[in-house]
């Protein structure tokens, strides 16, 4: 009896055995047979909704899986009777399951393709997408998912939703074209990936890698209802966007509908927020790599305006909170919102914001006008502490506009030097060229503080008083700018002293007769009543129109004109008894009060002032 069972089972096994080899045998000349190429090329079409064809036949392979490898490869849409590709492949390698196989059926379970190329057209709304198909599965169940939603928005049947197995697609070394002025132009490079979306009712997800625009970038993208999204209604999405330029992620719920939205966390980051734009395709020079910036927010919005609630923003390593808009508009980005820091470096703001392109304090740098053409932007700033170069403020209040070939950055209020500041900066683009405007209010200030942090200590007076500068002019760089530069500098100062003057000392070298360095003289303090200043500037030359000082009894005064090219001194000044109020009316008057006083001319340059006499010293109580 054992060996009976023995037998029998030797025969069942060798019985196995013969049948496994005639399949494995049989399956290319079956494949061959009656998986053809029409047949294959016809269940492309039916899931895809696409017009297939295949240039060469099909080659099998058995081992070790059992798929089809097919050439030339083209998807079209049917309405098209000149057939341009909507995808091609070079090569196509298709798995097939082996008993749908021998009954004569072609069951897909993966699908990979060698070298494809996508090409879409640009949308009315400025996306570029491919030409959809009107038919097939896929578009099928997309119509039977809208009409759930359809009957019930809130809460649709998924449990009717299409279960047709689908599988594992993958794609090596593709690009995305696009026609471009009659001629075709990449926009995506060396794209590689795969979409694994088992059947058409579970979640779906993407992961592909690519180069976009010169920088390698990867997303990574899933829904757990990718039928509800593609057919306009919520649905949980996640997506993560990496590249050297930027990184972002999202988690929450998203919409493809006509009205499409988003609700959900973002994260954002860009080492250089210039450097971003510029790789956007905004068309902004890149500049300087200033700028940083990082978002953690709850996002809302649809496909035109997204709107940050609660935003945690970080620029420039400057902490800070508040809310922004951001939307397109005639193919523009468009920031607007309110922020508030505790610390903020206006100078880092300001270069990532407004048309510099050289690093902050570098004047030799040229302005990239262009920048107000490619961005709209509209911020509110408020700073606890803020700083610019080596100017420390405190309750600032600023606003920052970009628009229109314009781009204005003002500091509404400010507390420094003891005082209030108000200032502006503006860059107007026209036709004539660009013209920079820059406005400064400094009321009841400390002079000593203020001459210090504006590298002007030597004689600044440091009694309390108000300086207002105004500068208007063209150019293409900071240098031209304050070459060509027009406008007026007046400043007022009470009770206080001036720095940087031994007036004894002074007064002694310049009865020698002799020129010599002000800063031989420059170890003393004259205390002052008051000073007031009053300069005009034209084409980049300031011409003092009157610059005094009382102290006491004496008036020191200054008259004459300092060049902003070669920074050049050429100035008549003089130590007088304090003017009687009635003026000299006849020559021997006129000669008897220029008599009465100590004159000098002030030559050399701003940094290394010279003194040559005119007219000896004479005593000074």
Not at 270 to 285: Q, T, V, Y
Not at 515 to 539: M, N
């Amino acid at each position: 009896m054992p060996s009976t069972w023995i037998r029998r089972g030797v025969w069942a096994a060798g019985f196995v055995v013969i049948v496994a080899t005639l399949v494995f045998v049989a399956l290319p000349f079956i494949a061959s047979t009656r998986i053809v190429r029409d047949r294959i090329a016809w269940e492309m079409s039916a899931w895809s909704g696409y017009r297939v064809t295949i240039a060469g036949a099909p080659h099998i392979e058995v081992w070790p899986q059992f798929r089809a490898i097919l050439t030339q490869v083209a998807l079209s849409q049917w309405t098209d009777a000149n057939e341009r590709p909507v995808v091609a492949a070079e090569r196509v390698e298709i798995g097939l399951s082996a008993m749908a196989a021998l009954r004569g059926d072609v069951v897909f379970s993966s699908a990979r393709l060698i070298r494809p190329t996508l090409r879409v057209e640009r949308t009315a709304k400025g996306l570029y997408m491919p030409p959809l198909p009107e038919g097939g599965r896929i578009n099928r169940s997309i119509d039977t998912a809208r009409a759930l939603l359809s009957a019930d928005p809130a809460n649709p049947d998924i449990g009717r939703l299409p279960a047709d197995a689908l599988g594992l697609l993958e794609f090596r070394d593709g690009r995305i074209v696009a026609a471009v002025n009659g001629k075709e132009e990449e926009i995506v490079t060396s794209l590689t990936g795969q979409a694994n979306w088992s059947t058409l009712n579970s979640g779906a997800s993407l992961s592909a890698s690519g180069i976009w625009h010169g920088e390698s970038v990867t997303l990574d993208a899933a829904s757990a209802k990718p039928l509800l999204l593609a057919a306009g209604g919520p649905a949980p999405v996640t997506l993560n966007l990496k590249a050297a330029p930027a990184n972002l992620s999202f988690e929450g719920t998203a919409s493809l509908s006509a009205n499409a939205y988003v609700d959900g966390q973002l994260k954002f980051s860009a080492p250089s927020l210039r450097r971003m734009l510029d790789w956007s395709g905004a068309g902004i020079a890149p500049g300087a790599a200033i700028g940083s910036v990082s978002i953690s927010s709850k996002v809302a919005g649809s496909a035109g305006r997204v709107k940050f609630d609660s935003a945690e923003i970080v620029l420039d390593k400057n902490p800070g909170m508040g809310a922004l808009d951001f939307a397109i508009a005639e193919g523009r980005p468009v920031i607007s919102g309110t922020l508030a820091f505790e610390t903020l470096d206006l100078v880092s703001f300001l270069s990532a914001f407004t048309p510099l392109s050289s690093p902050a304090g570098q004047v030799s740098g040229e302005i990239d006008p262009s920048f107000a053409d490619r961005l709209n932007l509209d911020l509110r700033l408020s700073a606890a502490r803020a700083t610019a170069g080596a100017i420390t403020l405190a309750e600032v209040a600023a606003t920052a506009q970009v628009k229109n070939g314009l781009a204005a950055f003002d500091v509404s209020d400010a507390a420094a030097f003891g005082g209030h500041v108000q200032t502006s900066l503006r860059f107007d683009r026209n036709p004539g060229g660009t013209q920079v405007e820059m406005r400064l209010l400094a009321s009841d200030i400390n002079g000593g503080a203020f001459g210090e942090a504006a590298g002007m200590a030597r004689l600044m007076p440091t009694g309390t008083g108000t300086v207002s500068i105004i500068l208007k002019g063209p150019g293409k760089g900071w240098n031209s700018i304050l070459e060509n530069a027009d406008g007026s500098i007046s400043a007022t100062f009470g009770p206080g002293s001036l720095t940087g003057l031994n007036l004894p000392a002074f007064l002694k070298r310049n009865s020698e007769r002799g020129f010599f360095p002000l800063d031989d003289v420059d170890d003393g303090t004259v205390a002052i009543d008051g000073a007031e200043l009053k300069a005009s500037i034209a084409k980049g030359v300031v011409r003092i129109d009157k610059a005094q000082a009382t102290s006491g009894k004496s008036r020191l005064w200054l008259t004459g004109i300092m060049p902003y090219a070669g920074r050049g001194l050429a100035l008549s000044g003089g130590i007088a008894p304090t003017t009687p109020a009635a003026a000299p009316k006849d020559s021997e008057s006129v000669a008897a009060a220029n008599a009465n006083q100590t004159q000098f001319f002030v030559g050399g340059s701003w940094s290394r002032p010279f003194i040559s006499p005119i007219t000896p010293a004479i005593p000074v109580e």
